[in-house]
C-alpha cells in the first residue's frame, strides 16, 4: 500500500513540476512577446541608434572671385581630430590618450570636452582643428590598434585666403557660430558660419549646404559600410568688385609709406568698390580653422587694434576735407557765388574769439577756388557762420557724410555732423553759434568714418549723384554669373554748374597748383584731391601726454578723385597718425597710376618696397594746431 | 548488455526535438561568428562526442550506475579539486582541465553525477517520508562539488546544482512546509550574503539588473544590449546573419551565453516560440518520463537530471531577454561549448535510460 501511495504522491509531485514549467515557459512567451512586438518598435530604433551613425559631411564655402575673374578666396582641406563619447566608458582616459598621442596639452583637452558635455553624445566634440600630418597618422594607427576607437579624423574644406592679409578686413572671417547666433536662429550649432566681412554679409549664399552621410558602425565604432551618402552643396560663387591689382597697389602704397591706416576706392559711377585697405590687419586664415587662444588673445590685447575694421568703423576727425561740406553748402544753398572773396590776415574774430589761420601772415583775398586750393580757414569760418550748422548738417547728409553710407559691409558706425537738434538730444544744450566756427573746417563735434568720406568726395565728383558702394558684383547661382543690380542710388541733387565747376576747379587746384596735394600729380590724368589732418590731442593734451607711450601724432586725410571730368575713380586715403595730410597722396597716385596702366594695357606701375622715409619737414597748411585749445575736442574714438 | 528490444522504447520524438536544438544552435553559432571561423565545427564535433556519450550512458542500466555513483562522485569531486589547482585559467577563473585539442570542463559533469548520487540516495531510503536528516545528508553531498565550483569561481554553475537537489527532494516528497522555511532562511539571509559573501562585480550585477539604464556605458551595457537585440528582432526578425547586434558585436559573446539573443533577433518572435516549445517540449516528456519510471530511483534521477537543465535554460532566456542580471550560464544544447553539450546529451542519455527500461526488472 505505501508502495501505491508513495507512486501516487511522486506521479502529483511530478505533475505539479509539469505545469509549473508550462507556467513559467508561458510566462516567458508573453515576455517575449510584449518585448518584441508590442515594444519592438521602439528596440528596433535603439538597434538602429546602436549602428547607424549620420555623419555631416561640411560644405565648401563659395569661391570669391575679383572683378577680374581673379580668385581671391578658396577652399582647401584641412584634418579635424574629434571625439565621439556615444560608446566611451571611460572619457578621460582618452582624453589622456589623445592629447598624449596628438601632443596636446590635456588640461586644455579636457576643457574643450567640458564645454560640449551637455550636448547629445554622438555629436562629435571637435579637438583638433587642422591637424598636423604628424598628429593624424599617430591617432590613425592608435585607432587601428582599438585604443581610441571613439576618436575621429575628418576631412574638412576650410578657408584659404589670400597671402599678407590682402584685404583682411573686406573678407571678415569665419568661424563656429556662437550660442547667442544659434539661439537667435541664424545658424546651426556647430555651423561654421561668417562672423564679418563679406563671409557674414554674404554668408547665406556662401555657405552652401552641408551633406550627410549615414554609416554602419560595429560596436568599436569603426566604420563598416555606407547606408546613404547626401553629398554637399558647395556654397554660391561671388564675384567681387574689388580689383585684386589695385588691391594690391593700394597695400603697396601703405606699406612703402609706413604707416597704418584705411583706404577705400571706388568707381563713382557705381559705387562698386574697387579696393579696401584697413591697417594693420589680421590673417583670416588663423580664424579659418578655429583660432587659437593665443592668437585671438594677442589680436584683441594689441594696442593697434587689427580687428578694427578703420574703414567702417574708425571715427576721426575729416579735418580741412570737411571744408568741401561747407563750400557746397554755401554755393548750393546761395548765400555765395564762387567769386565771393574773403580777406585773410591771418586770422578773424567771431563771437568775441579770435580764431586763426594756418598761415601767419594770412591769404590775403581769396575766392572760392583759391579758398579750396590754399584750404584757407578764415575764408571757410566766415562760411560756416553765414550758414549755421543746420545747413552745414543738412549738406553734409546729403553729400553721404553723415550718418551711414550703406555700403553691403556689416557693423558699419554712423558718422556724426553736428546740428541743433543733435546737441538738444545728446546733451540737453543748445547749440552755441561760436561752435559753428569751428565745425566749418572740421573740427569741433565732427567724427567720420573713412567710407563716408569716400563717399562724400564720390558725390562731389559725381556732380551731385550718390551711389552707394557696395562689394557685390555677380553671383553664380549654377548657371553662370549673375550681375548683383546695384542698389538704388540714394539721393541725387544735382550741383548748379558754378558750383561744380568752382569745386572741381579748386580740388584740381590742390594737386596740380599749389595747393597741398601735389604729390598725387600725375601728368595728364587730372587728378583733383583734398588733404586734411585729423589732430589726435590737443596742443595742451600733447604737453601734458609727454613722455607716455602713447602715439599722439595728427592723423592725414587724402581724399581725391581722377580724372576730375567724368571721373572713373574716388576715394579715400587714411594716413593713421601719418601727421601730415599730403603723405596720403602718394599712395593714391600709385593706385591712381595703377588704374590707368590697366586700363590701357600698360605693365603695371611697381613700388620699390623700401621702407617709408620719415616725412621732410614741411608746411603743413591743414595743422589745427592753429586752432584755440579749448574748442578742439579729441576727435578720435 | 543492450537488448534489442529496448532499443523500440527509446523516446524518439524527445531525441528528435534534442538534435532539433542542436541543429538550431549550431546555426545561430554559425550566424554570430559570421560565417568566419570554426566555431560551428568545434561545436558539431561536440555534439557527435555527446551523443556518443548519449549512447553509453543509455546502453548501461541506469540502477548499475546508480549503484556505482559514489566512485562516479568521488572522481568528479578528485577533477574539481585537480583543477582548482592545475587547471586552465581563462578569463580570471579557473574552470578547465587542458586536453590538447579540447578543454574539459569537470563541472559541467558534476550535475549529472549529483543527479546519480542523490537519486540513490533516496530512492535507497526506504522510509516512507523523508526526515530532516535526509535534507542534512543530501545537501552535504552536493555542498561538497558546490563549494569547490564556487571556489573557482563560477558561481553560476555552482548555483545550478541547487535545484538538484530541491527537485528530487520535493519529488521524493520533502514536505512542503520545509520548503517554507528554506524560503524564509532564503529571505532573511540575503541582506546578510549581499553584505558579506558576494564580492564587488557580483553586487555590481545585481544592482544593474535593478536598474540597467543607469550604467548603460558600464555593467549594465550588456544586459541592456540583450534586451535591444531580442526586442528589435519584432515578429519574423531579421533574417538569417542579418541581425545587426550580434553581427556588429553590440553583444558580447553571442555565440556563447547571449545565443538565443541572436535568435531572437534573426529569428523573431516566431524563432523563439519554436524554440521555446522544443525545450518545454523536451522537459514535459522527460517528466512523463520520471512519472512512467519503473521505480522512485529512476524518477528520481530523471528529475535530478532534468533540473539543473531546466533551471538553466529557464535562466539563460530571460538573461537573454534582458530580464536577468547577466551570469556566465549557458544555454543547454545550443550555446558553444563541448563539455556543455556532451554533460548534457549524457545527462539525456540517462533520462532516456530510464524510459526506455521501464519495462525491465
Redesign the interface.
Known sequence: M?VAE?RR???T???T??VA??V??AT??I???V???I??T???E???N??QRTLALRAPRGVLFDRNGKVLVENRNSFTISIVRE???DLNRTVTLLAKVAGLDEKQVKQIVDRHRGEPSYRPIVVVEDASLAQVAAITARRLDFELPDVRVEEVPTRKYPADAMAAHLFGYVGEASDAQVEAGSAEQGAIIGQQGVERAYNNLLMGQDGAKRV?????GRE?STLEEIAPTEGRRVQLTIDGDLQKAAEDGFRHAGFNGAALMMDPRTGEVLTYVSLPSYDPNDFAAGIDRTTWASLNTDKLKPLQNRVLQGRYSPGSTFKLVVATAALEEGLVTPSYTVNCPGGATFYGRYYKCHLKGGHGVVDMRHAIEKSCNVYFYTLGNMLGVDKIHKWAERLGLAGKTGIDLPNEQESIVPSTEWKQKRTGERWYPGETISVSIGQGQVSVTPASLAEMITTIANGGTRVTPHVIKAVDEGQGWKPVPPRATADRVAFRPDTLAALHDGLWMVVNGNGTGGRARIDGRDVAGKTGTAQVISNEGKARAKGTTADLRDHGWFIFFAPRDNPEISGVIFAEHGEHGFLGAPIAKHVIETYFAKKEGKPLPQLPLLPGQAAPHEQDPDSPGVLDDSVVTVALR | MFEKRLYYHIDWAMLAAILALCTIGVIQIYSASGGAGRLHVTQIYGIALGLVALVICLSVDYRTLADKSHFLYLGIVALLVFVLFFGVVRGGSRRWIDLGPLNLQPSEFAKATLALVLAKFFGESRRGAIMRGDLVIAGAIAAVPLLIIARQPDLGTAVTLLPVVFAVAFVAGMPMRIFGILALVGLLGAPIAWKFALQDYQKERVQTFLDPEADARGAGYQQLQARITTGSGGLWGKGFQKGTQGQLRFLPVAHNDFIFSVLAEEHGFAGVMVTLGLYLFVILRALESARLAKDRLGAYLVVGVLASFTFQVIYNVTMAAGLAPVKGLTLPLMSYGGSSMIATLAGFGLILNVRMRRFTN
Open positions: 505505501a508513495e504522491r511522486i506521479g509531485r511530478l505533475v513540476l509539469q514549467a508550462i513559467v515557459f516567458l512567451g515576455c517575449f512577446w518585448i518584441q512586438i515594444q519592438g521602439k528596440y528596433e535603439m538597434a538602429e546602436n549602428h560608446h566611451t566608458k554602419v558602425v560595429n560596436s568599436m563598416i
